[in-house]
């Protein structure tokens, strides 16, 4: 009898606990926060493994939409990047994507592209040079990286998984891939190219930053003859197509002409003196390369591009800093792609990088991150699609919200933002390689 006494005991204590941490929640007089407990779908694990039920929601959100951006409120996030790998998995195993994009370098995509489809190369050499502040130089990255070319080496996944960069910040190894291109198949021509400057010297394309302020100590004629030099080569290529592809290939005639296009932008970009007009040529450049590259696939090919909240909201929105609105790469893929495109945003609470001196705060009840916080779970993903008729509600999805992002804070209408976020309540640095880890706390 005592036995049985001591378990409803127990029982109580913990019902009594539950009751309380989901006070908040489902005794919430938020309107928001109540309908927000309705349509979101707790996670249960951030790890991969076989399960993937906690995530079948993914296929309502998702529906038959071709593309999926994945957002991250930050570059270095471990929880956010463990997640996404979990979507990746789904996504591909349980919905048939097979196209992966990165926020990262075109013309070194396709390193990596080989390397999952062929295992050509050391994955280790090929991550380590991949430029952008050595983000991606990650074991997280790597994980992902691996696991598509082990799904790739089973015979029984027919179609394989692709690998794709669309960023145009480091253009160097684009001019080397276009030269030995056109050594190639116009020796008359080529000469005249390598004579030419390209600003080759001032580039750095594993830190686009270091780029863009020696550029800003260009003179103006310095800046036009690099504008005319890259405008001049990409148009060489465009216009000798019947006689390039005569030489080489339909394939590589195309990617070296995209190569060039990168270079051509990057050129502007660096060129550019206001902040906001860099981004602009740069996401603008990212969503015309994401938009070639889906061209150049087959029509039922599905896409997961992987890129900053900033990069895949669906609507303008502005930035600490910046007045003016930003109609950024997510709001030019959706108005091409309308309802074939679906974005999932994302978002946090709190956390600490231990080591790196960085902490972040609960986040303010005020903003998006903290509303989310109040529905009290670990990991989640909220529909941001669910139907309601309260007016509290559709106010809520439909006016400005701030959303932390990588030193910086982006505000934004979050149901034209995104069609769902996923959230994560804490969070950790992500784990750079032995050889990176220098050049991280370097760029930080």
Not at 69 to 96: A, N, T, W
Not at 170 to 183: G, M, R, S, V
Not at 230 to 244: A, C, D, F, G
Request: overall charge negative; charged content about 25%; hydrophobic content about 35%.
């Amino acid at each position: 009898m005592k036995r049985i006494k001591t378990i409803i005991g127990i029982l109580l204590i913990i019902l009594t606990i539950t009751s309380c941490n989901n006070s908040v929640t489902k005794n919430s007089d938020d309107p928001f926060v109540s309908w927000a407990m309705k349509n979101s779908y707790e996670i249960e694990t951030l790890e991969l493994g076989k399960q993937q039920s906690d995530l079948k929601s993914l296929k309502q959100i998702i529906g038959k939409a071709e593309v999926v951006c994945l957002g991250e409120s930050r570059h270095d996030i471990h929880e956010q990047f463990q997640l996404k790998h979990r979507f990746i998995k789904y996504l591909v195993e349980e919905m048939g994507f097979t196209t992966f994009i990165l926020e990262a370098s075109l013309p070194y995509s396709k390193l990596i592209n080989e390397y999952i489809l062929n295992s050509n190369g050391s994955i280790d050499e090929i991550m380590a040079n991949m430029p952008g502040w050595f983000l991606w130089d990650t074991q997280e990255m790597l994980n992902i990286i691996n696991w598509m070319r082990d799904f790739n080496k089973n015979p029984e996944n027919v179609r394989k998984i692709q690998f794709y960069g669309i960023d145009v910040v480091a253009p160097n190894y684009a001019l080397d891939q276009i030269l030995d291109y056109l050594n190639k198949v116009d020796e008359t021509i080529v000469e005249k190219y390598q004579n030419k400057s390209f600003a080759q010297d001032i580039i750095d394309d594993n830190n686009w930053s270091t780029s863009l302020q020696r550029y800003s100590e260009l003179t103006a004629e310095e800046k036009q003859t690099l504008y005319n030099n890259y405008n001049e080569l990409y148009e060489q290529i465009r216009q000798n197509e019947t006689k390039y592809i005569s030489i080489s290939s339909n394939d590589e005639y195309n990617w070296i002409l995209r190569l060039a296009y990168c270079a051509n932008d990057a050129n502007k970009m660096f060129s550019a003196e206001k902040r906001i007009d860099i981004g602009l040529i740069r996401d603008n450049a990212m969503a015309q390369n994401a938009l070639w590259i889906k061209s150049n696939l087959s029509n039922d090919a599905k896409i997961i591009i992987w890129a900053h909240n900033v990069h895949i909201a669906k609507a303008e929105f502005t930035m600490t800093g910046e007045p003016e609105s930003i109609k950024g790469m997510g709001y030019i893929l959706g108005q091409e792609l309308e309802n074939n495109m679906i974005s999932i945003g994302a978002s946090f609470n709190q956390g600490e990088f231990q080591n790196w001196n960085k902490s972040f705060p609960p986040a303010k009840q005020i903003t998006l991150d903290g509303t989310l916080a109040k529905l009290k779970m670990k990991h989640f993903l909220l529909d941001l699609k669910g139907k309601t008729d309260d007016k509290n509600v559709i106010n809520w999805l439909n006016t400005d919200k701030i959303i932390r992002g990588q030193g910086f804070e982006m505000t934004c209408i979050p149901a034209k933002s995104f069609d769902a976020i996923y959230f994560v309540d804490k969070i950790t640095r992500t784990i750079p390689n032995q050889k990176s880890s220098e050049r991280f706390r370097n760029s930080n």
